[in-house]
């Protein structure tokens, strides 16, 4: 069995958006109030709960660098909250979504296309760690399937 963990966005960023209100596009941070599914936060990796204060931003990822780059809006919550590493496990803001997408890469940052996945949130993770042991995997980056929203990198365990 392939071991793997989940990484949320950095704890400097989150403290960074929250401090300045906003994003990596120099555009403004998006006050939100969770008022029903669909608010994801990708520091903690946990879903906002009803009532709670969400911040919507556009986040430069750290990985992949190169041609498969990309910008992506996250949310995260506007209070502090604690930065999660999850390991053997997906995170509920991956479970819980219908339908995710799952990008993997190679140690240069190159996209592995026929690694890629499209099912849902609660149905990947056997999926997952069969790609994992791929040795060509260095990481795995999950996004909503649909608007293309970053959720979590995954990376190999030892």
């Given at each position: ?112 296309y026929d690694l ?43």
């Open positions: 069995m392939t071991r793997f963990r989940c990484l949320p966005m950095d704890t400097a960023s989150a403290r960074r958006f929250r401090a300045t209100r906003v994003d990596d596009r120099g555009g403004p941070a998006h006050p939100r109030i969770v008022d029903g599914p669909g608010f994801p936060c990708r520091h903690c990796l946990r879903l906002g709960e009803a009532g709670e204060e969400m911040l919507l931003v556009s986040w430069d990822l750290p990985l992949p660098q190169g041609p498969y780059w990309t910008p992506s809006p996250v949310f995260l919550h506007a209070q502090d909250c604690d930065r999660a590493v999850i390991e053997d496990a997906l995170p509920e803001t991956v479970t819980a979504n219908m339908i995710v997408s799952l990008r993997h890469y190679d140690a240069e940052g190159m996209c592995l890629g996945m499209v099912g849902a949130g609660h149905a990947v993770e056997g999926p997952l760690r069969e790609r994992l042991a791929d040795p060509r995997v260095a990481y795995v980056n999950i996004h909503t399937a649909r608007p293309g929203c970053w959720l979590t990198r995954v990376e190999k365990l030892p």
